[in-house]
């Protein structure tokens, strides 16, 4: 892929971001400063999906080096190393890294890589791969914070990697631990001593969300306050009205499961709480109150399981005129 080409693509991942934002799309040709400006225009909740970085365009943007001395973060070539007496070892993709450069007397000094603020959901997680390595153990380090308002969070401290003998990329990751939507901004801290074996280099950075896309079935999600319901998903979980608090008085409730034909449904009371000898849950072996009884329960009951001979049953829960408890929750399954 020509820089060129790769170029045009990070403008147009800039630009796409900037439309997120509900602002003016990016000019086809801007300088560095432009391109800069542009990509801290971009809100919080856009800039988060801009922060995966594999190096491949050439350009650390949108990490930010704000390393104070003479050593600074770097985008290098696996091709075109600056530090041949120490190679970087190969990438298992792409040729592009982020790499702390020192000047030629190799002096010593901090790096600073941060991100603009972006918004982090719970479960995001952030993943990278990083190369470290000095003369003496632990001799670099390299942590991961995470920045909210005036917190700091170290997220990774990779120090214990930095040894002469390591010449190995490694993968890591790290949840990002918010609890709910929040700005943040994340910042790589880092110290390059001056000898020649040190190293540090970072690629592959990834910011996702860890949680799945698929969503329960809405019939597996209780209804506080129904009472009875049509179960026609293979597995499920229902309960008395109002559960964890107390069922009603004088209440029939009707619970028709009925899955595809040729299984039988396992009926599981998770817990089992009614007025002993007056609300009782009765369980037919069909559709009907006229099917065989498979069980009839009151009181307290544990380890309530039954199964049905074919693919339906019925759930009746009854209660009389006075007295109540916590009722009862059930899962259902097919066999
Ligand atoms: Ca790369
Ligand atoms: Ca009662």
Known sequence: MSK???FKLFLAAIAIGICFAGRVPAAST??????DKLILD???LSARALLNNDFESGFEEPWYDSSPSTVHWIVEDFSLQSELNNPVPAPSAGSKYLRAIRNEQLS???LILRTVTFTAFPGDEISFNFWIRSRYTGGNTL???LVQGALETTLLSLSSYSTSVNKEWRPTSSPIPVTEPTEVTLVFYAYCGGNAEDAIAIDDIVVGSTIPTTTIPPSTTPLPGVCGGNFSEPSGIFSSPNYPNPYGNNEICEYMIQVAQ???IVLNFLEFSTESGADYVTVYDGLTTASPVLVRASGLSTDLLTTSSGSSCLVVHTS???NS???WSATYATA
């Open 108 to 110: 010593s000094g901090l």
């Open 320 to 322: 009389d005129g006075a």
């Open 325 to 327: 408890s916590r009722g």
């Open 42 to 44: 971009v809100d919080p």
């Open 262 to 264: 040729g299984n039988r």
């Open 4 to 6: 060129n080409y790769s």
């Open 30 to 35: 801007i300088n560095k400063s432009e391109r």
């Open 143 to 145: 942590d991961l914070v």
